[in-house]
């Protein structure tokens, strides 16, 4: 069925006479192209290998030449079809890729490198990060219709380590013993939508509404990916902005550039993982009064109560054995921190106050995919991934293909 399948799709494709537009053509600013020859390709579809005839045209004042076909069929500068593509792509966002082209055989017949596999994930990926870049300048623009109002968006930002090869960390400070960075900051984000409550009052995420974005880079165009994020979104016709982070400065930095005026929240769980530092600095392995200590933490905590926090961990400080270098690193986290953890105040708003859902997107945008043992990646590779996976977890596949078919 394949063969005949295939042969049907040559046919097909080369009805057009190679897509001969005349003797001559205009292309870009006026450049007269004139047609040469025809050309032919050998192109691997899904129904598999097949030969395109394509008319090719050349300018001489610039000794460029182009086949107007290849654009139609979205096949310039590849031997594959978008279809193709398309596959090994998607298998590359998810699986090694090694695995991933004995998968296309195993499943498709598709007969690829490894290599190439990686090489076409790549190239997909750095087109699916100019039309997020596309849909970005979009959103910014007065012509585009507001989306519906929602009564809350919430934005939440984190960062973890990437494996990079050597070349991607050089002169870069690390935590290992040889003081040398082994992997890179990939900065991820999520945005989403809460318009209704659980049975108990508790605020429910809206189903399907959560979109990712990140990458390797800067906390500046970290933060300028962020807000065109929420301004795809519909940020400005939200009621509510909040902002969850785990109270790193750089995050809080983003928000008062990029989202001036939000209700900004460090992640419960985070904050609580703090008071434990102290805990187990001064309590050491006596658990009973480990426990006792931390549950009055968590209490004061969940009230709001930060400022006796503060006092209970200065106390600490001041008895013998007590770590001071960990007190007064904390202190000052709370200190810092503590109008971002009224969480009592935040409840009775009906706001989430932990990042859970970006905790996950951590684990599965970037860990599943990039921080398997044995990998190091190039930047550029990493990112490109990373921005095929922050669209197929967006629900922006579909979007993406129809974009380059209507490119």
């Known amino acids: 069925m394949h063969g005949i399948g295939r042969s049907m799709l040559e046919m097909l494709v080369n009805a057009d006479d190679g897509g001969y537009r005349g003797r001559t053509i205009f292309r870009g600013n006026d450049h007269q192209y004139e047609f040469i020859e025809y050309r032919r390709k050998k192109l691997l579809t899904v ?23 290849d654009r139609d069929l979205d096949i310039e500068g590849t031997s594959y079809s978008s279809g193709v593509r398309r596959m090994m792509s998607k298998v590359g966002a998810y699986r090694s890729f090694g695995l991933g082209h004995a998968d296309l055989y195993e499943l498709a017949d598709i007969r690829v490198s490894a290599k190439e596999v990686e090489r076409i994930s790549q190239m997909t990926g750095s087109q699916v990060e100019a039309f997020h870049s596309a849909e970005a300048t979009a959103s910014l623009s007065d012509t585009i219709v507001p989306l519906t109002p929602v009564p809350r968006m919430y934005v939440c930002m984190d960062g973890t380590g990437v494996p990079v090869v050597k070349k991607e960390t050089a002169g870069r400070k690390g935590k290992g013993k040889d003081g040398e960075a082994k992997t890179r900051e990939a900065k991820l984000g999520c945005v989403f939508t809460q318009t209704g409550f659980d049975g108990k009052g508790r605020p429910i995420r809206d189903d399907a509404s959560t979109s990712y974005a990140g990458a390797i880079e800067t906390a500046e165009v970290f933060g300028r990916r962020m807000y065109q994020e929420a301004m795809r979104r519909g940020m400005n016709s939200a009621g509510e902005v909040i902002v969850i982070g785990d109270g790193a400065p750089w995050i809080w930095n983003i928000v ?11 992640d419960l769980y985070h904050a609580r993982e703090h008071y434990w530092n102290v805990a187990r600095a001064w309590f ?14 968590r209490r004061e905590l969940d009230d709001g109560n930060v400022e ?10 001041t008895l013998s054995g007590c770590d001071k270098a960990i007190c007064k690193r904390e202190i000052g986290y709370f200190a810092k921190n503590k109008n971002r953890m009224r969480y009592a105040d935040f409840r009775r708003r009906g706001l989430f106050v932990g990042s859970g859902v970006l905790e996950a997107g951590c684990r599965t945008v970037i860990g599943q995919r990039l921080k398997h043992s044995g990998m190091h990646w190039t930047v550029k590779g990493a990112n490109s ?11 922006r596949w579909e979007d993406f293909w129809e974009y380059r078919a209507a490119a």
């Open 47 to 69: 129904l598999g290998p097949v030969t395109v005839k394509r008319a090719y045209y050349y300018e001489r004042a610039h000794q460029t030449g182009y086949c107007p076909k």
């Open 308 to 317: 006796d926090i503060i006092i209970a961990i200065r106390q600490c400080s």
């Open 284 to 297: 050491g392995q006596n658990n009973a009064r480990v426990h006792q200590w931390t549950e009055d933490r």
């Open 256 to 266: 008062d550039e990029q989202f001036y005026g939000a209700t900004q929240i460090v």
């Open 385 to 395: 991934i990373i921005a095929l996976r922050c669209n197929i977890m967006s629900n």
